[in-house]
């Protein structure tokens, strides 16, 4: 509810938001997943230095906890066009993939 300066309350900041992980929170995410709610959006941050089959292994975890994966990729690292469909076609064109992974 805001109130009269048209401030959220701290309660409402919580109705509806996104969250972030790496591909190496999986372990944190795991322990945290249940005081998150159910279908709650996670990006799925590409860090320089993280291999793409672990972030894959992120994504995995993050859709079989009840989660909504969503990949977060920095514009200034994509290089070719070629590179990024690679990251397509191993990352959202699974069989059975549905949405962004």
Excluded: Y
């Excluded at 401030?7 to 109705?15: D, F, G, H, S, T």
């Excluded at 279908?39 to 320089?48: D, E, H, W």
């Excluded at 993050?62 to 969503?70: A, E, I, N, Y």
């Amino acid at each position: 509810m805001a109130t009269t300066l048209g401030v959220m309350a701290p309660a409402e900041l919580l109705n509806d938001f996104s969250l972030e992980i790496t591909a190496k929170d999986g372990d944190k995410f795991r322990e945290a997943a249940s005081f998150i709610p159910q279908g709650t959006q996670v990006s799925v941050t590409f860090l320089p230095g993280e291999e793409f089959d672990m972030r894959v292994a992120t994504v995995k975890l993050v859709k079989q906890l009840g989660f909504v994966p969503m990949p977060h990729l920095s514009a200034r690292r994509l290089q070719s066009r070629s590179r990024d469909s690679r990251h397509k076609l191993r990352s959202g064109h699974r069989q059975g993939a549905q949405g962004r992974f």
